[in-house]
């Protein structure tokens, strides 16, 4: 029923609409006068359709707005079927977006000009195209410089869940980066050049843009979704679809604020202006559509129009590339290093290591994942053990792109602590810690411990799996 939406009339009066309020709209200050920032991409999804279908439903579509006047806009995905869940360039010139063409093509990533000029194919994989982000620059040893990357959020097969996936701006260069046995959700990029992450339960994620340095970043009281980041270098996401959380980039496992409440509404895509305001899309309950509105003292309605469910809202302004990064991750190379200076810190005070307190060994678990997403065992399978230098310390070298937990255990073959998440190493990933669930804003010791004063045990590795060079 959705193909019947205003498509038609969109065709029919694109060419008029771009030209009569497009280039008033995308044109450049004048006389030294800063623009009014009132110019948003949004995505618009019909009403009554599901708006949190990984698939735009059919009539979905990019519109450039002007403002709380609803005749004020233009439709710039006219010959799309879908289109939707757009990000801006950081020069604020460009569009990527997931669309279809017709309704029976896989959705896709696509790259268009802010006026919706020249629309091309990014990437069709992997399979499934769920959301996409521009990134910062990588460089690896083999780049002649460094090269901007957008990341993907999408699934290889139906019923596995997403992950994300870098590639060029040309397409090329397809890797994944993220291995969670749960899927990995909402793409952000922040400012100091990592991509956040939600697991679909009650944890936010951040890692390298290669998949190096997976790591915990803020724990949610339900599935935290859509995030953002302020200019005060908060990151605010959606808790519980009626809640807006605010946590601290620098300390965000120890900081915590909430700042809106939807009551028996629900909250989606929030976003920053250049002036600090904070943008999201609202609606009072579930007869509602979803409309943008100002966050404050109260909600001040931008627009919200009956016929659509307005989400995504993006400020058409340029922005700060994210901090680039360098990569040693190697292909070719089929294992990686953990390595930890002393297991018996933990928070910020040294653990009892006497008695059955003392650590004998770790465990490494693996996590089991079938075709169809799903965790064989949710605790894991042994992949393997190795015993624990007496100052606490021990280095892995373990198979790369495999979700792994630790696990310390006592003499008897206790255990005495666990990860609650899973991580895993790239090829030819060094990545260490400096205790087990020891304070993040911690600085190591200035020691040499016993650990890495010889080569790293192996665990889940046979002969014929060691490094290759690529």
Same mark, same amino acid.
């Not at 029923?1 to 205003?6: G, K, Q, V």
């Not at 009554?48 to 707005?65: C, M, N, Q, T, Y």
């Not at 290889?156 to 969670?180: E, N, V």
């Not at 040499?448 to 799996?465: I, K, Q």
């Given at each position: 029923?959705?193909?019947?939406?205003?498509?038609?009339?969109?065709?029919?009066?694109?060419?008029?609409?771009?030209?009569?309020?497009?280039?008033?709209?995308?044109?450049?200050?004048?006389?030294?006068?800063?623009?009014?920032?009132?110019?948003?991409?949004?995505?618009?999804?019909?009403?009554?359709?599901?708006?949190?279908?990984?698939?735009?439903?059919?009539?979905?579509?990019?519109?450039?707005?002007?403002?709380?006047?609803?005749?004020?806009?233009?439709?710039?995905?006219?010959?799309?079927?879908?289109?939707?869940?757009?990000?801006?360039?950081?020069?604020?010139?460009?569009?990527?977006?997931?669309?279809?063409?017709?309704?029976?093509?896989?959705?896709?990533?696509?790259?268009?000009?802010?006026?919706?000029?020249?629309?091309?194919?990014?990437?069709?994989?992997?399979?499934?195209?769920?959301?996409?982000?521009?990134?910062?620059?990588?460089?690896?040893?083999?780049?002649?410089?460094?090269?901007?990357?957008?990341?993907?959020?999408?699934?290889?097969?139906?019923?596995?869940?997403?992950?994300?996936?870098?590639?060029?701006?040309?397409?090329? !260069?397809?890797?994944?980066?993220?291995?969670?046995? @749960?899927?990995?959700?909402? #793409?952000?990029? *922040?400012? /100091? &050049? $990592? %991509? =956040?992450?939600?697991?679909?339960?009650?944890?936010?994620?951040?890692?390298?843009?290669?998949?190096?340095?997976?790591?915990?970043?803020?724990?949610?009281?339900?599935?935290?979704?859509?995030?953002?980041?302020?200019?005060?270098?908060?990151?605010?996401?959606?808790?519980?679809?009626?809640?807006?959380?605010?946590?601290?980039?620098?300390?965000?496992?120890?900081? !915590?604020?909430?700042?809106?409440?939807?009551?028996? @509404?629900?909250?989606?895509? #929030?976003?920053? *202006?250049? /002036? &600090? $305001? %904070? =943008?999201?899309?609202?609606?009072?309950?579930?007869?509602?559509?979803?409309?943008?509105?100002?966050?404050?003292?109260?909600?001040?309605?931008?627009?919200?129009?009956?016929?659509?469910?307005?989400?995504?809202?993006?400020?058409?302004?340029?922005?700060?590339?994210?901090?680039?990064?360098?990569?040693?991750?190697?292909?070719?190379?089929?294992?990686?290093?953990?390595?930890?200076?002393?297991?018996?810190?933990?928070?910020?005070?040294?653990?009892?290591?006497?008695?059955?307190?003392?650590?004998?060994?770790?465990?490494?678990?693996?996590?089991?994942?079938?075709?169809?997403?799903?965790?064989?065992?949710?605790?894991?399978?042994?992949?393997?053990?190795?015993?624990?230098?007496?100052?606490?310390?021990?280095?892995?070298?373990?198979?790369?792109?495999?979700?792994?937990?630790?696990?310390?255990?006592?003499?008897?073959?206790?255990?005495?602590?666990?990860?609650?998440?899973?991580?895993?190493?790239?090829?030819?990933?060094?990545?260490?810690?400096?205790?087990?669930?020891?304070?993040?804003?911690?600085?190591?010791?200035?020691?040499?411990?016993?650990?890495?004063?010889?080569?790293?045990?192996?665990?889940?590795?046979?002969?014929?799996?060691?490094?290759?060079?690529?």
């Amino acid at each position: 029923m959705f193909a019947r939406c205003n498509i038609p009339i969109a065709v029919a009066h694109a060419a008029v609409l771009v030209a009569t309020f497009v280039s008033a709209a995308f044109a450049g200050p004048k006389d030294g006068v800063r623009a009014p920032e009132s110019r948003l991409i949004v995505t618009e999804i019909p009403a009554g359709a599901e708006v949190d279908s990984e698939l735009l439903p059919l009539g979905s579509r990019i519109v450039v707005r002007a403002g709380a006047d609803s005749v004020s806009r233009a439709v710039l995905t006219p010959d799309f079927s879908s289109a939707g869940r757009s990000d801006v360039s950081f020069d604020g010139k460009r569009i990527l977006f997931v669309g279809r063409r017709k309704p029976g093509d896989p959705q896709a990533v696509w790259e268009m000009g802010i006026d919706g000029s020249s629309p091309r194919l990014v990437t069709t994989g992997p399979r499934h195209c769920i959301s996409a982000v521009y990134l910062s620059t990588i460089y690896t040893i083999d780049s002649a410089k460094p090269a901007l990357q957008i990341a993907v959020c999408g699934r290889t097969r139906p019923g596995d869940p997403p992950d994300m996936y870098t590639c060029r701006l040309d397409g090329s !260069r397809l890797r994944r980066i993220t291995f969670a046995p @749960g899927g990995a959700f909402d #793409p952000l990029a *922040l400012g /100091d &050049g $990592r %991509l =956040l992450f939600g697991d679909g339960k009650s944890s936010l994620f951040t890692v390298n843009t290669d998949g190096t340095d997976v790591f915990i970043f803020a724990k949610s009281a339900g599935i935290p979704t859509m995030a953002c980041e302020t200019r005060e270098r908060e990151v605010v996401f959606v808790e519980l679809r009626n809640r807006l959380v605010a946590v601290s980039s620098a300390r965000s496992l120890t900081t !915590r604020r909430v700042v809106a409440e939807a009551g028996d @509404g629900a909250f989606l895509s #929030p976003t920053v *202006l250049a /002036d &600090g $305001r %904070l =943008l999201v899309s609202y609606r009072s309950d579930d007869d509602a559509t979803f409309g943008v509105c100002l966050v404050g003292q109260s909600r001040e309605v931008v627009f919200d129009s009956p016929d659509w469910h307005e989400v995504f809202a993006k400020p058409v302004r340029p922005r700060s590339v994210p901090a680039g990064r360098s990569s040693s991750v190697r292909d070719g190379r089929k294992s990686g290093v953990l390595y930890c200076l002393d297991a018996y810190l933990t928070g910020t005070t040294r653990a009892d290591a006497t008695g059955d307190r003392r650590i004998a060994r770790v465990r490494v678990m693996c996590a089991t994942v079938s075709s169809g997403g799903t965790v064989a065992d949710p605790l894991g399978t042994v992949l393997g053990e190795i015993p624990v230098e007496s100052d606490g310390s021990f280095a892995l070298e373990v198979p790369a792109r495999m979700p792994l937990r630790l696990l310390t255990l006592n003499g008897q073959g206790d255990v005495l602590r666990e990860m609650q998440s899973w991580l895993w190493v790239m090829p030819n990933e060094n990545r260490g810690c400096i205790g087990c669930h020891e304070d993040r804003e911690l600085t190591p010791t200035n020691r040499f411990v016993r650990a890495l004063r010889t080569p790293p045990r192996r665990v889940g590795l046979d002969t014929e799996s060691r490094n290759a060079e690529p």
